[in-house]
């Protein structure tokens, strides 16, 4: 079949790419010259594991081709993709500036039937501003009977699984109320569906609702937990220990409860953020998100409260390493990442960091700027130099067995605070380093 996928960002450089390995050819869009220029060049902006091995064979197998301009990426597909960003406006809802420019883009020059898919994430009632927006460009073309169709199919994979997740999702949501339209989607994600059908179509609304309240669900067993931890620390117990005696229930179940240094990237927050704000703009006040919002925002400073807890208010003249800075490992997103407002909240104190990230630490350097009070290096091992204590961020594989007599040897003093609990605090004891996780029993 012929799609287009319309922002070749994480959503919709992984669907393009992941859609062309079925054989399906592919133009992806991009507004952003600096993407598609790397995308032309053979490589991809972002650090997706699996994603550069199948743009490559589909880019040579001329299935996958990228492109600025809009006009022949429009006409080349049949299903068009809409993947842009849906960034949070000022007032916590969605700002569907880009949706409703790519559906324009796409009125303005389509010459036959398109099914119209919107894959970002978008409030519910977005496909009816869609179909409004081409429609309006449609008749300033003087064609109002081209006919097309707007359907939501949300995406639901995480980063660093991208691919993963796309080529083996666990459901396809399909929100369609034309029949043409379907059987196109039903088609085009049948490779996908072999061994059991994962496809659930429903009607726009609920599809669009469905996004949403997925991300607020994880969200809100996240802040859930992180605040249960904060609770263990004072009565003394383990959160690890007790993570495994609730997920051993199945109505519980095991994943998303890991209590951290807080959520960040690029969804939970503005989902969440959104969908308090849908409901307030229907009067309804949402008032477990809400919680869920402001006990994330509490969480991501809980690492520097420990930091104040050891070393006092004043953090002038110290110094902390800093492993790991992107929002979760296997990628280098740092929208949203905890370890800024942890950096923020320790140089503000007079401290200076030292961070490292086996691969974010080109993306940081873009999204700090030049500062005199981070310093960002390309091994673990060089941040801990001379360093007050270790703060762990993200739990990327390389940190889980590090050689912990060359930490303590290095550091001041012996400080491990962990943010993503990845060692046995009993070991640590037993190693002499003084090893504060989260929610755990020292
Ligand atoms: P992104 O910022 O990585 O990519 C969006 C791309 O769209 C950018 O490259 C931008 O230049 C391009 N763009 C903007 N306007 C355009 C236009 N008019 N025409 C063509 N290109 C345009 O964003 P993302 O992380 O891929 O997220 C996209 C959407 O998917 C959001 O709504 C997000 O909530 C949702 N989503 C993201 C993830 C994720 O893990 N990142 C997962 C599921 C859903
Ligand atoms: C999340 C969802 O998991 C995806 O299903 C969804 O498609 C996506 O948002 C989206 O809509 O964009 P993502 O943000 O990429 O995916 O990554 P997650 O693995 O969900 O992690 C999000 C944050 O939660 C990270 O900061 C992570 O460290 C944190 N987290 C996750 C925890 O603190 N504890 C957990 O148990 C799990």
Known sequence: MKVTAIGAGYVGLVTGACLAEMGNH???????????????????????????????????????????????????????????????????????????????????????????????TVPVGTADAVRAAIREELDARGLPDMPYAVVSNPEFLKEGAAVEDFMKPDRIIIGADDEQATLLMRALYAPFNRTQDRMQIMDVRSAEFTKYAANAMLATRISFMNELALLAEKVGADIELVRRGIGSDPRIGYQFLYAGAGYGGSCFPKDVKALVRTAADNGISLKVLSAVEAANERQKRVLVDKVVE??????????????????????????????????????????????????????????LGPRDDVTLVKRAEVALQGADALLIVTEWKEFRTPDFDAIKAVLKAPVVLDGRNLYEPKLMKALGIDYRGIGRRC
């Open 26 to 120: 592919v133009v992806c869009l991009d507004v952003d010259e600096d993407k598609i220029r790397i995308l032309n060049s053979g490589d991809i902006p972002i650090h997706e594991p699996g994603l550069l091995e199948i743009v490559q064979r589909n880019v040579k197998a001329g299935r996958l081709q990228f492109t600025s301009d809009a006009a022949h990426a429009v006409q080349h597909g049949t299903l068009l993709f809409v993947g842009v960003g849906t960034p949070p406006g000022s007032d916590g809802s969605a700002d569907l500036r880009h949706v409703v420019a790519a559906a324009r883009s796409i009125g303005r020059v389509m010459t036959d039937y398109k099914v119209v898919v919107d894959k970002s």
């Open 310 to 367: 050891r070393f006092g208010e004043d953090l002038r003249g110290r110094r902390f390493a800093m492993w790991g800075l992107a929002f979760k490992p296997d990628t280098d997103d740092m929208r949203e990442a905890p370890s800024l407002v942890i950096i923020d909240e320790l140089t503000r104190r007079g401290a200076t960091v030292a961070a490292y990230d086996p691969v974010a630490l080109a993306e940081a350097a873009r999204v």
